[in-house]
T-cell receptor, first 111, second 116 residues
Framework: GQQLNQSPQSMFIQEGEDVSMNCTSS?????WLWYKQDPGEGPVLLIA?????ELTSNGRLTAQFGITRKDSFLNISASIPSDVGIYFC???????????FGTGTRLTIIP | NAGVTQTPKFQVLKTGQSMTLQCAQD?????MYWYRQDPGMGLRLIYY???????DKGEVPNGYNVSRLNKREFSLRLESAAPSQTSVYFC???????????????FGPGTRLTVL
């Protein structure tokens, strides 16, 4: 099955740093979603993007739907300890009833 | 409003045993999904139900069966558990399947299954 290429696989940063991660696909998607998964919990939806070029913010999080519709980006500004977790991108296209998920980016904050 | 609930939270089985994982949602969503999550593999779709009365295979359906009991409930059954089915299982729901809007999926807390 298809999975999205998500990078980096892991990040080790200090509190207060900004974070950037991205997701790329060989296929076009019409919707991009970003989820966060805390240890021992299910993924929680952070941001949904519906249009190519769209830039959407949710607090310190900003995500963009790439112009080519084959990629998406997530930025976190001024990271805090509760940002620790795994971030997943997911893509949806009109011809498919199923989401395609990325392999995740694990974010760790170094004390 | 509890969202998506799953039972049990943890389960240990012996090879060959059977069990059913339960999932319920109270958001009046039409579509429901079962995923498994393995280290380094992300989320892989096992089965989904686009609407009440329908079920379809996902990426990794072998060894599993599902039942959409009603609009709220979607269960996953392992008829003869194998060690390869050791994983974390997540149920999710969305208002509709595959739509530009309302296709966003909301996840339950997961069931951690170990097969010995």
């Amino acid at each position: 099955g298809q999975q999205l290429n998500q990078s980096p696989q892991s990040m080790f940063i200090q509190e207060g740093e900004d974070v950037s991660m991205n997701c790329t696909s060989s296929s076009i998607f019409n919707t991009w979603l970003w989820y966060k998964q805390d240890p021992g919990e299910g993924p929680v939806l952070l941001i949904a993007l519906y249009k190519a070029g769209e830039l959407t913010s949710n607090g310190r999080l900003t995500a963009q739907f790439g112009i080519t519709r084959k990629d998406s980006f997530l930025n976190i500004s001024a990271s805090i300890p509760s940002d620790v977790g795994i971030y997943f991108c997911a893509g949806l296209d009109f011809g498919n009833e199923k989401l395609t998920f990325g392999t995740g980016t694990r974010l760790t904050i170094i004390p | 409003n509890a969202g998506v609930t799953q039972t049990p939270k943890f389960q240990v089985l012996k090879t060959g045993q059977s069990m059913t994982l339960q999932c319920a949602q109270d958001m009046n969503h039409n579509s429901m999904y079962w995923y498994r999550q393995d280290p380094g593999m992300g989320l892989r779709l096992i089965y989904y139900s686009a609407s009440e009365g329908t079920t379809d295979k996902g990426e990794v359906p072998n060894g599993y069966n599902v039942s959409r009991l009603n609009k709220r409930e979607f269960s996953l059954r392992l008829e003869s558990a194998a060690p390869s089915q050791t994983s974390v299982y997540f149920c999710a729901s969305s208002r509709v399947a595959g739509a530009r809007l309302f296709g966003e999926q909301f996840f339950g807390p997961g069931t951690r299954l170990t097969v010995l």
